[in-house]
């Protein structure tokens, strides 16, 4: 299987801050991780491949920085790592970023074959929308099934287990498809300090606008119709009153006196 | 000391791994004495025996300093585990100093294969005093016929290979000794008694007996009566990774009180407001911080292979001392409570107890250290 896996480098909120004064993430000092997520998609992937055969290529956009996340990568499993990095990519929202790692998978398929299957996490955990996968499939114009916990692939069938809020389904899927990976019950693997001393000394190709050969209009400020107008830190609101009496009608009444003491009605 | 990338790239996977794996049951395990399996299986899935095996065998032949970087993460975390990653590695330096290719394939072969290594020179009246190696090999043919009991020995019972010494001639003392290596799936090799420790509890240590031990006359490294010479040389490197982890070990002390401090009240503060208590923190940042520079400065003197003898001994016997004494502090800023097994102090306190004693005492590693001073 020829497997493509969307990775992106976020700080690792566990320990990230806001200025309060700004509302603005505050950066420095705060480590890279691959998105959490993204590890997970790695994961099925390299179990696909361990399993069928094939190949898994890791890409990211992002500064040059993140190569260390796609070196990450090839230490836990993939077999070639691609950083899209062009100054003309800053600013993208989703919908720029999606098309650019379109872009992206359609420029490499001409030249290593088309890909079986493009995982993405379900959701950047800086980011949070969720998006760039599904509009990634749309671009490409192929199917995508999201909120994955499993793969497998049985002859040209992929079967997905799709996590849902009562429990999960199973669905086939036709490949090519993009599939958008949520924590399942494979946990990443550990590196090895073989693996990680290979991806150290391993190149890491990295790619621009030109090399893609991608309309730079629709490609970062300039393709991204959403605009931020403000982003603040919601104000932190008191807890609430849990009423949790013997019987019903006590929880009833303690309520009514509450509501009544305050003179809401 | 500067940590390249590439050593903390490495570091920081290690530490990933038993922050996340071994610290949650490392007192449980310190309690029953043993290493549980899985944790075993992870260190040679991660390459951890491999770290002084050569890159044309499969291994990963780090640098001095990255291997003194590793034992103080292991030491960080528990000195039992880093005690056999600890002896593994001196018994690959003595292969990788001796062996001819042949050997070392052999040898490092059952290593890649997924085993670890032993060193088997102590025996119950040979401690300090090597040249009282009583365990004899005589050439019978095309073999070597072993007979003689090895104590104390790290990895005794777990260990794929052990590099041995023993005599070829006892008339000779020191010069009689000679240097094997011998797999555990020999005839003749027995796992003697397993010994119950004060400290590293997760490493295991046992004897190893040679009854009429039969082995290839081509397990024989390097001359007949050298083995003296070598283990010497041996030690002389690979002691510094137990001034690594006894630095890991104290950091690790000075971090658990430091949290501590912060957080004890009596008095109507924490105990962290005393100045009693904050000399003693200074101090043990101070002495632990003076280990690490001594420590890093021999590795950088073995890789350049400068004259690092004196400053590997010096790092063993300050950085062990250093653990020691801060970890005795350590007990002593958690109170009571240090006293106690729920609490990390006292584990500290018990494993580094062992790092004044082996790979030579510390009353040796001064009678290296001021021969060599005394010689010039
Ligand atoms: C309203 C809004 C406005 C924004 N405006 C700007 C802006 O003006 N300037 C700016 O710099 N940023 C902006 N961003 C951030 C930027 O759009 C996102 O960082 C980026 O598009 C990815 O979206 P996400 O983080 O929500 O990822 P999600 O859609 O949650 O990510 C899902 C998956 O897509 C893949 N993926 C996402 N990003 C990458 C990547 N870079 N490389 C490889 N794979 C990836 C991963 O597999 C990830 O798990 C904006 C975001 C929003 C929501
Ligand atoms: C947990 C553990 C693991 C070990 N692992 C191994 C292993 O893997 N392989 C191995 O071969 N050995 C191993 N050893 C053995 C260890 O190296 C010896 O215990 C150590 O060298 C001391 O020898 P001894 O115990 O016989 O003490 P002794 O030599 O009897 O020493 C007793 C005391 O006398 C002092 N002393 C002795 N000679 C002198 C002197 N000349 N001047 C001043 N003081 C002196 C010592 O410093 C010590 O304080 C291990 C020991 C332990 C406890």
Known sequence: MNILVCIKQVPDTTEIKINP??????????????????SYALELGVRLKEEHGGKVTVMSMGPDQAKAALKECLSVGADEAYLLSDRAFGGSDTLATSFILASFAEHLEKEKGKF??????????DGDTGQVGPEMAEHLDIAQVTYATDIKAEGNKTLVKRENDQGYDWIEVLSPAVITVTKSGFEPRYATLKSKIAANKAEIHVLDSQ?????????????????????????KENNGIIINEETASASVQKLMSLITDKKVI | MEITNEMRDLGDLIEKYFKNEVDPVVAEYDAKGELPEKIYNDLIEMGLNLLAVPTEFDGLMVDHKTETYIAEILGRHDCGIASAIGVNTSACATMNFFGKDEQKKDFFGILTSGKLAGFCLTEPNAGSDSASVKTTAVLDGDEYVLNGTKCFITNGGIAGVY??????????????????????DREGLIIG???????????????????????????????????????????????????????????????????????????????????????????????????????????DLIDKNGDYEMYVSMSKLF??????????????IFGGYGYMKEYPMEKLMRDAKILQIYEGTNQIQRVVISNIMLSK
Do not use: W
């Open chain 2, 193 to 299: 008694k397993h010994e119950d420790k004060m400290g590293i509890r997760l490493s295991n240590t046992t004897q190893v007996i040679f009854e009429d031990c039969r082995i290839p006359k081509d397990h024989l490294i390097g001359e007949e009566g050298k083995g003296f010479k070598y283990a010497m040389k041996t030690l002389g490197t690979s002691r510094n990774f137990v001034g690594g982890m006894a630095v890991g070990l104290a950091q690790r002390a000075i971090d658990e009180c430091v949290e501590y401090a912060k957080s004890r009240v009596q008095f109507g503060k924490p105990i962290a407001y005393k100045q009693g208590i904050q000399f003693m923190l200074a101090d043990m940042q101070t002495q632990t911080a003076a280990a690490r520079e001594l420590t890093y400065h021999a590795a």
């Open chain 1, 116 to 125: 079986d299957l493009i995982l993405c996490g379900k959701q950047a955990i």
């Open chain 2, 163 to 184: 590099i041995v010494f023993a005599s070829t001639d006892l008339s000779k003392g020191t010069k009689g000794l000679s240097a094997f290596y011998v797999e555990s």
């Open chain 2, 319 to 332: 950085a062990s001392d250093v653990a020691m004494k801060v970890t005795t502090d350590g007990v002593q």
């Open chain 1, 21 to 38: 004064e700004t509302n603005t993430l505050m950066r420095e000092g705060v480590p890279s991780i691959v998105n959490t997520f993204d």
């Open chain 1, 211 to 235: 090399s893609i050969n991608i309309d730079v209009e629709k490609c970062g400020l300039k393709g991204s119709p959403t605009k931020v107008k403000k982003s603040y830190t919601p104000k």
